[in-house]
């Protein structure tokens, strides 16, 4: 399917088509990538609208040596942390309390079925850092390869694999302290 | 119990609204269209803020002067002799006027130093006005 969108947006008769095949085709897995960082649906639902006209806008500067998901990948993940990033700063408070504000979505933007222990690995996720929860995210809930991942975030494959561990301890931790 | 993370059904825990992914690439598609269509003249913040700015300047350069005029202007509508009436009555002494004057003076003492330049005191006129108003002990 990629080599199929990236034939059609090559040519700009096609690129329209192609371009709405591209959105077809990662709208959901971006979505979701989104939401687990925002954890709230109107704010993923906006920034995957804007990560996708970004793309669209973009999509001349798109080089084929990299895989087209990444690449998409890439962009979702530059805009949602900086979207977290000016979160905290619309605040005048200098700590402000996203986890909390996070934490509180969260428990609005569940099923009400989820187990006790799933409701306390997503508030445990909220404790790390923004970037190594994406990192976690990808490799966790995504099944993505430390390679794939080191393309997306710019970082090497060894940090990565170390914040993934360093993650899984934290929750763990997190998950069994009361 | 003690859990580890793969204890953990990976389930996705979040709610979207239904029919939410079948709706997504039209909103996508229309919000593309939109930015694509010749814009009509946006005009920035900035410009309507500095444009308020100026209005605001020239209502005080020009209108509000009218509506409150100056001191001169108040003065130039009284007559002389009624000035002179007003003066003889109130009670003016050297602190009144001096502080009157104001800073006005200060500002123009020190502007001209050259003020005696041209004019010929000799060493024996001085004198004697200092003689003349017993001021010898003090500056000679």
């Known amino acids: 399917m990629e080599d199929l969108i990236i034939e059609k947006i090559r040519e700009e008769e096609t690129r329209n088509y192609g371009f709405n095949l591209l959105v077809r085709e990662y709208q959901e897995r971006i979505y979701w990538h989104v939401r687990k960082m925002v954890i709230d649906h109107d704010d993923a639902d906006d920034l995957v609208q804007e990560i996708f006209v970004k793309v669209w806008h973009n999509l001349g500067k798109f080089r084929e040596d990299s895989k087209l998901y990444t690449w998409i990948y890439r962009i979702a993940t530059n805009e949602c942390l900086n979207f977290l990033k000016k979160k905290k700063k619309r605040f005048f408070l200098p700590i402000h309390d996203l986890e909390g504000e996070l934490t509180e979505k969260l428990v609005n933007s569940t099923e009400p079925s989820g187990d006790e222990v799933e409701m306390k690995l997503q508030k445990a996720l909220l404790k790390l850092p923004d970037k190594q929860r994406m990192v976690f995210n990808m490799k966790y809930f995504e099944d993505m390869k430390f390679a794939e991942i080191a393309e997306i975030t710019g970082t090497s494959v060894g940090a990565l694999k170390a914040s993934y561990h360093h993650a899984v301890k934290k929750i763990e931790d997190f998950i069994n302290t009361d | ?140």
Not at chain 2, 15 to 24: N, Q, R, S
Not at chain 2, 45 to 69: C, G, H, K, M
Not at chain 2, 74 to 97: F, G
């Open chain 2, 1 to 140: 119990m003690k859990y580890k993370l793969d204890d953990i059904d990976k389930k996705e825990a979040f709610k979207v609204p239904e029919g939410y992914f079948e709706d997504l690439s039209l909103k996508i598609q229309t919000r593309i269209a939109k930015e694509q269509k010749p814009r009509s003249v946006k005009i920035p913040a900035w410009s309507l803020a500095l444009a308020a700015s100026v209005l605001l300047l020239v209502t005080f350069i020009f209108i509000i002067p009218e509506s409150n005029p100056s001191t001169e202007e108040l003065l130039a509508e009284i007559s002389q002799e009624e000035i002179i009436a007003y003066l003889d009555q109130i009670d003016l002494d050297e602190y009144d006027i001096a502080s009157a004057i104001g800073d006005e003076v200060n500002e123009l003492e020190f502007e001209d130093t050259n003020v005696l330049d041209g004019i010929d005191i000799g060493d024996e006129s001085i004198d004697n006005v200092l003689l003349e108003y017993e001021l010898a002990d003090e500056y000679l």
